[in-house]
């Protein structure tokens, strides 16, 4: 790990890592169904976050292959058209689903990887 680019790393996994930590605080927190200017304003700051998580994360990956000197298998997710349901299910109108039960728990292994993480980034 003496390469310098594992700071960028490192500084794009902790990027994702917030956007990720927002998104959820975002969507378990607030009725992202309301119709009114703030209801669209939460499902903005919600789709967004994601989009910066999944922009960040994707980053790290892409970084890592190159350390490696491994090719990635597809071009970066800007160039990639745009496949039906990428950003998850929708509920009624096409807003995504909100309310009781809406926050599936995530698989363990993937909380244990974000526990670490934060603790890294918290300590670092």
């Known amino acids: 790990m003496s390469d310098a680019r594992w700071s960028d790393i490192d500084a794009d996994t902790s990027a994702a890592v917030n956007h990720f930590s927002l998104a959820i605080r975002i969507y378990c927190g607030v009725?992202?169904?309301?119709?009114?200017?703030?209801?669209y304003t939460r499902r903005m700051a919600f789709m967004h976050a994601m989009h910066a998580g999944h922009t960040s994360m994707e980053?790290?990956?892409l970084?890592?292959?190159e350390i490696q000197g491994e090719d990635a298998e597809r071009p970066p997710?800007?160039?990639?058209?745009?496949p039906p349901g990428r950003a998850g299910h929708l509920g009624p109108a096409g807003h995504p689903p909100a309310g009781p039960g809406a926050c599936r728990r995530p698989d363990p292994q993937v909380?244990?990887?974000?526990r670490?993480?934060?603790?890294h980034?918290?300590?670092g």
Request: with cysteine; hydrophobic share 45%; proline share 3%.
């Open 31 to 39: 009725d992202l169904r309301d119709d009114t200017l703030d209801g």
């Open 59 to 61: 980053k790290v990956l």
């Open 63 to 65: 970084r890592i292959l």
């Open 77 to 82: 997710m800007a160039f990639r058209p745009d």
């Open 111 to 114: 909380q244990a990887f974000c």
């Open 116 to 119: 670490a993480r934060l603790r």
């Open 121 to 123: 980034v918290r300590s």
